[in-house]
């Protein structure tokens, strides 16, 4: 379970990322966390996975509490940024032994499960390849992969598609939802709403810091007005305003 009471955080004097956010995630669900740009989704993963600080609030991830058990949350927890500097003079092999070693794992493991994601993902033969030349798809399939070597409990997962191509997507998805069958706990935001309303059991909806909607997927569905998720986050992403590429005002 992922429990976040009354979330604050302030970059600086005045940037309030997030003001006072509060949600659950249990064992077993994939919470969708959708928003527009900048707002606050990348923030909350980020203090959730015990990265960053945050000014006020009480988390709890499958009972440890943050900022105390940092240490162990990071031990339980995988986490797939939405961008990350990667040691790119590394071979994919050795990134994976180093990620491994952090993860105090056994070498025969770190091999055999890296072998089984590069295999799952289709980049075996570039593991001994280093991770400079990959290309930005196989990159991220490296970062996911790394994020779930150690098989955690928990999943943050900071739009990680970035770059897959068709194919992998599918595996992801498919994967995720095996995973959550698991009794994982996953937190995932990305922009997609289509694969959002396909594997989510539950959405959260942000925006400008605050928590606007939360409800299960069938709570979604058996709600009259719920034509899609698209449909959902178009009217609150526009507000009053209706919003639409005009060529005639664009170009005139
Ligand atoms: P996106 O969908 O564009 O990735 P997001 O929902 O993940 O956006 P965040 O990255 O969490 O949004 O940013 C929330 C707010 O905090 C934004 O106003 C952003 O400009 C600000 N912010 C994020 N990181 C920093 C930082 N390091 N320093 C200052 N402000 C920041």
């Not at 798809?137 to 992969?145: A, E, P, T």
């Not at 779930?148 to 595996?171: Q, R, T």
Request: glycine share 8%; with cysteine; aromatic share 8%.
């Amino acid at each position: 379970m992922i429990k976040v009471e009354n979330l604050h955080k302030t970059y600086g004097k005045d940037v309030r990322a997030l003001c006072g956010v509060s949600f659950e995630v249990r064992p077993g669900d994939i919470c969708g966390y959708i928003g527009t740009n900048g707002a606050g989704k990348s923030t909350t993963l980020k203090i959730l996975c015990g990265m960053m600080d945050y000014d006020e609030g009480n988390i709890e991830v499958r009972g440890l509490k943050l900022p105390d058990d940092r240490n162990e949350v990071k031990e339980i927890t995988g986490y797939v940024p939405e961008s990350a500097d990667m040691f790119n003079s590394l071979t994919v092999k050795e990134y994976f032994r180093f990620i491994g070693d952090v993860r105090r794992m056994q070498a025969d493991t770190i091999i055999r499960r890296s072998e089984y994601f590069a295999g799952l993902f289709g980049f075996t033969q570039h593991l001994a390849d280093s991770i400079g030349k990959l290309s930005k798809g196989n990159k991220q399939k490296v970062l996911i992969s790394s994020s779930l070597l150690h098989n955690p409990d928990v999943l943050l997962l900071d739009e990680p598609l970035n770059g897959l191509d068709a194919f992998s997507i599918m595996i992801f998805q498919d994967m995720i939802i095996k995973l959550a069958g698991r009794g994982k706990t996953i937190l995932y935001s990305s922009h997609l709403l289509d694969l959002m309303e396909k594997v989510s059991s539950r959405i959260i909806v942000i925006d400008r810091g605050k928590l606007i909607l939360d409800r299960t997927k069938q709570e979604l569905q058996n709600s009259s007005e719920f034509k899609s998720l698209e449909n959902l986050f178009r009217g609150i992403a526009a507000g009053d305003s209706k919003k639409e590429f005009v060529y005639d005002e664009a170009f005139s």
